[in-house]
């Protein structure tokens, strides 16, 4: 994955050390903006402190409520040429009392293996092409800020510093 790591994302986080920016959706905020109830299209953004728009992706979520049924969301970003569909299933897990909540299967591919993580997040890096699941990513609660004082006793990142990624994000629902 070109790009993944590199570039944006250590830019973003060396610049604005107290803003970490790895874009998550998580089942809570589908949940809370009516995106599990039934089907629906909506923008997902993700704003840093001072409000700036960091990114975007389309979101359209599939419902059927009976158990046996798939539900799945179809969420887009990028535009053109590095246009990006992916194809999330929403797992129904069932709950000690009757029913169900969701939870999403990882839809990351490596190595031609499809991970199916069940998850309740998913994180796109800011120069990350899919979104995948923490283990997938390999993604850490380090602060950005850590790193960053990592970065002055070693005076520059390197590759396995920048790996292992931080994620603690400012995450707004924009654009419904
Ligand atoms: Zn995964």
């Not at 790895?22 to 299209?41: A, H, Q």
């Not at 890096?125 to 960053?148: I, M």
Request: aromatic share 10%.
């Amino acid at each position: 994955m070109g790009g993944f790591g590199s570039g944006d994302w250590a830019d973003a986080c060396l610049r604005k050390a107290s803003v970490e920016i790895c874009n998550e959706i998580s089942i809570k905020l589908l949940r809370d903006n009516g995106f599990l109830d039934s089907n629906k299209t909506g923008t997902v953004e993700w704003k840093n402190v001072a409000g700036d728009v960091v990114g975007s992706v389309e979101v359209e979520s599939f419902i059927s409520v009976a158990v046996a049924k798939t539900s799945f969301l179809v969420v887009r970003h990028g535009v053109l040429a590095t246009r990006v569909e992916q194809k999330i299933e929403l797992i129904k897990w069932p709950c000690n009392y009757g029913g169900f909540r969701y939870y999403f299967a990882c839809p990351a591919v490596a190595d031609g293996v499809y991970c199916g993580n069940r998850v309740t997040k998913l994180f796109l890096p800011p120069a990350g092409k899919v979104f995948g699941c923490r283990e997938c990513y390999d993604l850490t609660y380090q602060s950005c800020q850590e790193s960053h004082k990592y970065d002055k006793v070693f005076g520059h990142i390197d590759n396995a510093d920048i790996e292992s990624l931080s994620v603690n994000q400012a995450l707004r629902l924009g654009g419904l």
